[in-house]
């Protein structure tokens, strides 16, 4: 199974909230930091921002915060809905499947079940749990080695 880049971005954004919660940042920011187009990560906050995961401060002193705090923020919950579907065979989609074994093929049954472990997993992980260490990320974001961490 594999995540979008939309989706990886959308985590990348909220774990780069969640290190700078004591301010607001700006998407020119965190596109600096990641080395990811400003455009894109602009769609990636609008979404994120009208699903409540982050906050949207306009003005000339404004920027972005999360929405909740890191420890409420269910990475299962972000990646449903940011990924478009989870469909991962054709037999997923009824409408596009053109398979012709399908009424007899028990793979999709299976693989039904693993892509609910797969997001079952990711139900027991708050965003709190992928910054255990702030000071070392908020260092690596400022493009410093990691090698050199203080």
Known sequence: MQLTA?????????????????????ISEMATAYNI?????????HQLGQKGFIETI???SGG????????QLALGQIVRQMEPHFNIVECFEPTTNHCPITPACGLARVLVEA??????????????DLIPDKHALAYLFEGRSSHALP
């Open 6 to 26: 939309y989706t990886d971005y959308a985590l990348r954004v909220l774990m780069y909230l969640a290190v700078h919660e004591e301010r607001l940042v700006t």
């Open 115 to 128: 892509r609910d472990a797969f997001l079952a997993v990711l139900d027991r992980y708050t965003l709190a």
């Open 37 to 45: 187009s400003k455009n894109h990560l602009m769609k990636i906050v």
């Open 64 to 71: 972005l915060r999360l929405g909740q705090p890191p420890t």
């Open 58 to 60: 306009r003005g000339r």
